[in-house]
């Protein structure tokens, strides 16, 4: 159990480094403000996280003279992508609800007669 508990945190730590990403996170919040529908919104994303990803390792391979880094681990990628579905979940929901009550808001203005 211990072991298990460890390990739990630890992945946590990771998901939250994630999220310390300056180029990142704000793509992730671009993703959930924009997008009208949640599947795109989290696809987009989790598609920028991959492709961000791929991007970082090639720049530092080529920064270390073309020397292959090795592929991050399995662990890293997973919380990637749990931090950007996060991120954007959260923005997602906080937007939606702005978007209702712009929209409620709006049809009680065309409701009220003209005085």
């Known amino acids: 159990m211990d072991d298990?508990?460890?390990e739990t945190l630890g992945f946590f730590a990771m998901v939250v480094g994630?999220?310390?990403d300056?180029?990142?996170v704000p793509c992730y919040i671009a993703s959930g403000i924009f997008f009208r529908k949640f599947g795109g919104a989290l696809a987009a994303s989790i598609g920028f996280s991959l492709i961000f990803r791929v991007v970082v390792a090639a720049i530092k391979s080529n920064s270390e003279g073309g020397a292959e880094t090795g592929s991050p681990d399995?662990?890293?990628v997973i919380a990637s992508f749990v931090g950007a579905a996060i991120v954007t979940s959260v923005v997602f929901l906080i937007a939606s609800n702005y978007r209702k009550q712009a929209k409620n808001e709006?049809?009680?203005d065309e409701k009220?007669?003209?005085d």
């Open 112 to 114: 009220k007669p003209d």
């Open 4 to 6: 298990f508990v460890r």
């Open 18 to 20: 994630t999220l310390m």
């Open 74 to 76: 399995i662990e890293v």
């Open 22 to 24: 300056p180029i990142a």
């Open 106 to 108: 709006s049809a009680k």
